[in-house]
Nanobody, 126 residues
């Protein structure tokens, strides 16, 4: 599975961005996909995840501001980010895991549960 992110950039506080993650390669029926971010000098954080069944999970810091979604026909995942704040500045990574275990642990947003990663896209909020 290959994952390619796009949509990052620079935005002023209060603005919006939409990140996209295009998946290619093998298709799985049960999977979890998610967005992680890593700010300079900080640990990687699970921002939001979504299962193949549509169950979502969000970090408390982004609840009500970010929305994760899937377009299965296009094999693309999105992260709509509204009300961006300077502390949202980070490299954002798309990740995927497959199988029943992945769907069960998806809501925990743990990076160790994901076997496939994109190269990242930078989001800067000033």
């Amino acid at each position: 599975v290959q994952l390619v992110e796009s949509g990052g950039g620079s935005v002023q506080a209060g603005g919006s961005l939409t990140l996209s993650c295009a998946a290619s390669g093998h298709t799985y029926s049960n999977y979890c996909m998610g967005w992680f971010r890593q700010a300079s000098g900080k640990e990687r954080e699970g921002v939001a995840t979504i299962t193949s069944g549509g169950n979502t999970s969000y970090a408390d810091s982004v609840k009500g501001r970010f929305t994760i979604s899937l377009d299965n026909s296009k094999r693309t995942m999105f992260l709509q980010m509204n009300g961006l704040r300077p502390d949202d500045t980070a490299m954002y990574y798309c990740a995927a895991g497959h199988g029943t275990i992945a769907t069960l642990t998806c809501r925990l947003r743990r990076s160790v549960d994901f076997g496939y990663w994109g190269q990242g896209t930078q989001v800067t909020v000033s």
